[in-house]
């Protein structure tokens, strides 16, 4: 495959989507998709509109976040979020935009972050470099957590998931202890692409979707950071979470996250019965 002329392709029908983005932004709720969450009726318009281009001009087949697709660990295929940041786009916040990659065999190779609300557009080819609009960002240099931004995943204190709000309120405390600039944007792909750029030192993510995790993952790479699961695994489109850093950073937060602990220690029941014990 010539991966330039993809991510040119691509480029240019994310770069069509941007006055309809735009001129949406404020949409109501359309979809309901679950407990605080759903989709807007332009979430919908622009994966409609986007998969259709897509396939026409590339012949390679998209998953998207609403309506799906083929598994995303497939030989090839595109993995599209319209709305990234949904809440934000819905009450007129201008972090949420759209994320594009390219996975081969579950490996994104081509990233694409579009942020029409800011006006900013992130991309790269396997092997980088990452560009930022026109200009084409230095690697991402060795860096300290101290004097770091972290970009910080969403919780509810009560969530009882794969990684419990108790849990996540532990790691934003102890991190809170060597690095004060902790910031929430409820952008999964701002985060990381903003880790990607060097503007964020790191990002924590705590979801799992390809959609949201692919292209930025992509990104941060292609910088020259590195990207894991939050228990040190190497990143893959299957992971259940994602540490993404500048090197040096990366490996501070690895010491942090290592002293929280597993997560399943922090489930109702695991605290249960350590009140049992003691």
Known sequence: MDLDALAATARTLLDGTHERFVAGAGAPSAVAKGPDDFATAVD???ERRL???????????????EFGG???ESDTVWVLDPIDGTFNYSFGLPTAGTL??????????I????LPLIGQRFWAVEGGPVHRDGEALPALPTSALASSIVGFGAFNIDSRGRLPGAYRV???SDISRVSSRIRMHGSTGLDL????????????VFGHHAW?????????????????DLAGEPWTVTSTSVLAAAPGVHEELLQVLAGVGEPSSYTPTSRAREGVRR
């Open 70 to 72: 083929p598994p995303v």
């Open 212 to 228: 949201d995790n692919a292209a930025g993952a992509m990104l941060v790479r292609a910088g020259g950071g590195i990207v894991t």
């Open 111 to 114: 990233g694409l972050t579009w």
């Open 193 to 204: 692409a903003y880790t990607a750029a060097g503007t964020l030192g790191a990002s924590i």
């Open 51 to 65: 998969v259709e281009e897509l396939q026409e001009q590339t012949q390679i087949p998209v998953h998207g976040e």
């Open 100 to 109: 594009l990659s390219l996975l081969v065999d579950g490996r994104p190779v």
């Open 44 to 46: 919908l318009e622009l």
């Open 170 to 172: 532990q790691v934003l």
